[in-house]
Nanobody, 125 residues
Framework: VQLQASGGGLVQAGGSLRLSCASSGHSFSNGAVGWFRQAPGKEREFVAAIFRSGGSKYYADSVKGRFAMSRDSAKNTVYLQMNSLNAEDTAVYYC???????????????????WGQGTQVTVSS
């Protein structure tokens, strides 16, 4: 399984970015694809996830209303649209696949079996 995250960059506060996560080498019909982020000196934290079956989405409170996940099943790609960015959103963003996640386990990094390489998002204030 390979995950390729892209789309990070430098943006001013209030701006927007769209991250992409292209996956290959798997055919999971269940589980979820999630986004996590890790700022310097901090633990990796959950951002958002989308279930592969049904497409339901779940967001961390810190990004709810500002970030939105979507997917293109034909391209095996998920997206994270990030709006109204602020300095606290600065981090390396990772996409990951959890083959067996359910609602109660979406936020747990240890349950995600496959991870992309990360893409840096820097928000200048």
């Amino acid at each position: 399984v390979q995950l390729q995250a892209s789309g990070g960059g430098l943006v001013q506060a209030g701006g927007s970015l769209r991250l992409s996560c292209a996956s290959s080498g798997h055919s999971f019909s269940n589980g979820a694809v999630g986004w996590f982020r890790q700022a310097p000196g901090k633990e990796r934290e959950f951002v958002a996830a989308i279930f592969r079956s049904g497409g339901s989405k779940y967001y961390a409170d810190s990004v709810k209303g500002r970030f939105a996940m979507s997917r293109d099943s034909a391209k095996n790609t998920v997206y994270l649209q990030m709006n109204s960015l602020n300095a606290e959103d600065t981090a390396v963003y990772y996409c990951a696949v959890c083959p067996s996640c359910i609602w109660s386990s979406l936020t747990t990094p240890a349950l995600y079996s496959y991870w992309g390489q990360g893409t840096q998002v820097t928000v200048s204030s």
